[in-house]
């Protein structure tokens, strides 16, 4: 699937990533009208911020990414961006610069925002 913003090496692991999703960062790519810098993608269970948790999260499944964001007014500029081009799980960390969009794994709440 040829991406318009984005290159393969951009992604931890490009082939576990799920296309609706990578379909969807170039949409919120175009949203946002500035380039976007991905600082985490595929996760696999046994990476250490995986293993942590009582089960896989949305990076396990290659369902979400973080997006280096500083700044209220460009954080603000970002979320809005993604919730305008269909992103419903959204979470902000303002101490670590960045925004994860996903588009859920089994048994996720399918609308959510959250802060770290």
Avoid at 24 to 38: C, H, Q, T, V, W
Avoid at 92 to 109: C, E, L, M, Q, T
């Amino acid at each position: 699937m040829p991406l318009k913003y984005f290159n393969e090496s951009e992604f931890n692991d490009f082939k576990m990533m799920d296309k609706k999703l990578l379909n969807m960062l170039d949409n919120l790519r175009e949203a946002y009208g500035s380039p976007i810098k991905i600082t985490s993608s595929y996760r696999s269970p046994d990476h250490p911020i995986e293993a942590k948790k009582k089960a896989p999260g949305e990076h396990a499944y290659g369902a979400a990414v973080d997006i280096a964001s500083v700044g209220g007014e460009t954080t603000f500029k970002l979320v809005k961006a993604a919730m305008d081009v269909g992103f419903t799980r959204i979470g902000v960390s303002r101490k670590n610069n960045f925004v994860h969009v996903g588009i859920g794994y089994p048994d996720a709440p399918p609308i959510t925002l959250w802060t770290y």
